[in-house]
C-alpha cells in the first residue's frame, strides 16, 4: 500500500468554524490531489498541487483553499465550514515523470459540519 | 476535456455469476482508462489500467476490462463474482501521456446475492 495517511479521520465541527485536513505521504511523489466524494456525485476533484508552492484548482474549488509547504504535506482547509462540505475527503498522490500516472489514495476523512 | 459516464448506478448479481460494469469516456485526444474498487469504509484501490497496447486488461481480483476506442467504452468484465466483490466501482480516465488529474465517473454499486 502507498504510504499516505490522512488525519483526522473524523470530525465533527459547527458551521462557520475553520478547519484543516492533513495528507502526509512517504513516497516521494510530485502531484497530490484532493477530491470529495458524496452519493451519486463520484469523486470530485477540489485542489491539486504539482509540486511544492505549486497547486492549481478543481471542479468544485470553491470554498477550499490548500497548502504544500513541503514534498509530503498537503493541507486542505476550509475557511468557514458549511453544511454543503459534509462529505468524505480523499488525499490522493500519483509520481511524475514518464507516468503510468495512477492515483493512489488514502484512507479518507469523514466531515460533519452541524 | 475528458469525462466519464457509468451506465449503470447498482448493478445486482447471483454469486458465482458473470457480471459487467459499463463505462463510457468522451474525450477528443488519447486517453488512459482506469477502474478502482472501494470496499465499504475504505479508500479506493486500483484494479487495472489501460495505457496502450493490448485492448484486453487484466487486473485483481479476476477482474477484466476491454477498451473499445470505436465505441469509446471500458468496460469492467468478471466471469464469476463472489460475495467478497461487493463494493463499489469507479472508472477514471485522464489524458494520455500528461500527468493531469483523474477524471472520475459517479460509480457503481456491486451487490453480490448469495
Known amino acids: 500500500d502507498a504510504g499516505i495517511t490522512q488525519s483526522p479521520r473524523h470530525k465533527v465541527t459547527e458551521t462557520g468554524t475553520p478547519v484543516t485536513l492533513r495528507c502526509h505521504q512517504t513516497?516521494?511523489?510530485?502531484?497530490m490531489y484532493w477530491y470529495r466524494q458524496d452519493p451519486g456525485h463520484g469523486l470530485r476533484l477540489i485542489h491539486y498541487?504539482?509540486?511544492?508552492?505549486?497547486?492549481d484548482k478543481g471542479e468544485v474549488s470553491d470554498g477550499y483553499s490548500v497548502s504544500r509547504s513541503k514534498t509530503e504535506d498537503f493541507l486542505l482547509t476550509l475557511e468557514s465550514a458549511t453544511s454543503s462540505q459534509t462529505s468524505v475527503y480523499f488525499c490522493?498522490?500519483?509520481?511524475?515523470?514518464?507516468?503510468?500516472?495512477?492515483?493512489?489514495f488514502g484512507p479518507g476523512t469523514r466531515l460533519t459540519v452541524t | 476535456a475528458q469525462s466519464v459516464t457509468q451506465l449503470d448506478s447498482q448493478v445486482p448479481v447471483f454469486e458465482e455469476a458473470p457480471v459487467e460494469l459499463r463505462c463510457n469516456y468522451s474525450?477528443?485526444?488519447?486517453?488512459?482508462l482506469f477502474w478502482y474498487v472501494q470496499y465499504p469504509n475504505q479508500g479506493l484501490q486500483l484494479l487495472l489500467k489501460y495505457l496502450s497496447g493490448s485492448t484486453l486488461v487484466k487486473g485483481i481480483n479476476g477482474f477484466e476490462a476491454e477498451f473499445n476506442k470505436s465505441q469509446t467504452s471500458f468496460h469492467l468484465r468478471k466471469p464469476s463474482v463472489h460475495i467478497s466483490d461487493t463494493a463499489e466501482y469507479f472508472c477514471?480516465?485522464?489524458?494520455?501521456?500528461?500527468?493531469?488529474?483523474?477524471?472520475f465517473g459517479k460509480g457503481t454499486r456491486l451487490s453480490v446475492i448469495a
Open positions: 490522493a498522490i500519483s509520481e511524475s515523470g514518464g507516468g503510468p500516472y495512477e492515483q493512489y
Open positions: 513516497e516521494n511523489h510530485r502531484y
Open positions: 474525450s477528443s485526444v488519447s486517453v488512459y
Open positions: 498541487s504539482y509540486g511544492v508552492k505549486d497547486t
Open positions: 477514471a480516465v485522464t489524458r494520455a501521456a500528461r500527468n493531469t488529474p483523474l477524471v
